[in-house]
């Protein structure tokens, strides 16, 4: 049924929601992302090398500071005796989003997994290319908040995607875009 103008109104015209339409866009956004995040995490972690081997630099008084420090371990700086166990994982994890991002056709899932594999890949890059040696390097983190641990843009990105991750998930929205309840 059309309405005047040669407008829809069924819903069972559905050629702009086709998957294929939607893909390319989908991983334009991601790729989009993916690179950026992972730009910011590298240049910032660069300026934090050149300008916080210093001393710290206080934004907001004792609530936001800049303070340069390396991570040989994961989050809350467990496992430190286990960098290489973390950076097998990082590569896991890349080869797993490069390989879902193959049916990426929602925004929502490709903001989700472009943030991700940016962060993902900024702190494996640390691994990978810092001190002390390749695949035991640690990752340079210099956000630090009161009472928690100092953190970088990588973590932040893990972090948004983890969310987007499970709001999709709640949302029953599949990487195809598609609902479950559309199935």
């Not at 995607?161 to 499970?166: E, Q, T, V």
């Not at 709640?170 to 195809?176: N, Q, S, Y």
Request: aromatic fraction near 8%.
């Amino acid at each position: 049924m059309q309405a005047a103008r040669g407008a829809s109104l069924s819903s069972s015209d559905t050629v702009q929601d086709d998957p294929s339409r939607r893909r390319p866009r989908a991983l334009l956004l991601f790729a989009s992302v993916a690179l950026v995040t992972y730009a910011l995490d590298l240049g910032s972690k660069q300026w934090a090398l050149a300008e916080l081997a210093d001393g710290d630099i206080s934004l907001l008084g004792d609530w936001f500071v800049l303070h340069l420090t390396f991570n040989p371990g994961a989050a809350f700086s467990t496992g430190t005796d286990f960098t290489i166990v973390f950076t097998g994982l990082a590569v896991v994890a890349v080869v797993v989003v490069l390989w879902l991002s193959r049916r990426i056709a929602s925004t929502g899932w490709a903001l989700a997994l472009g943030f991700l594999l940016g962060g993902v890949a900024g702190n494996l890059t640390d691994r990978l290319v810092r001190d002390p040696e390749p695949l035991h390097g640690h990752v340079v983190d210099f956000l630090m908040l009161p009472n928690w641990p100092v953190f970088n843009i990588a973590d932040i990105c893990i972090n948004v995607a983890a969310g987007l991750i499970i709001l999709q998930t709640f949302r029953g929205i599949a990487l195809d875009g598609t609902r479950e309840s559309d199935a």
